[in-house]
Structures are given as C-alpha cells and as structure tokens.
C-alpha cells in the first residue's frame, strides 16, 4: 500500500466523471481500457472472499495530468 500525504486528494470514478460532466460508464471503460490512465492508488471497500471488485481511487493530481495530456487532446 502507498502512502498518502495527507493534503493529497484522492478521487474515484464518480468524482472523476462529475469533473469532466461525462458518465461513470465512460470513466469506467478510460480507467480500464487506455494503458495511460494512471493505475489506481488502491482498492477501498473491498470484502474479503465475496468477489466484490471494490472502489478504486487514484491520486487526483495524476488524474489532472491524465486529463490535460490525453483526454482534451481527444475532444479538440
């Protein structure tokens, strides 16, 4: 697990999708799917042995910088 300082804000696919006024399933498929989306920081509210996947959270500083170099270059 990686430390967090603790002024660091960290954000999940909800935050992310809100920020950008696009959907969650859009978030989604970007964190999954393109090989530049930062990895996450970790997996939060994850039940052991139930097969739930949790929630993923990243720093929100990587995230930025995703958006800057990769996701406004698409929409322009």
């Excluded at 950008?20 to 090989?35: E, F, G, H, M, S």
Aim: glycine fraction near 8%; include cysteine.
């Amino acid at each position: 697990m990686s430390a967090v300082d603790d002024g660091e804000q960290l954000v999940g696919i909800g935050d992310i999708a809100f920020q950008l006024k696009i959907t969650r399933q859009a978030v989604d498929y970007w964190t999954r799917k393109d090989p530049k989306f930062p990895e996450p920081l970790q997996v939060i509210n994850a039940p052991t042995g139930s097969g739930a996947k949790g929630t993923r959270v990243w720093r929100k500083c990587e995230v930025d910088a995703w958006i800057i170099d990769h996701y406004r270059r698409r929409k322009a």
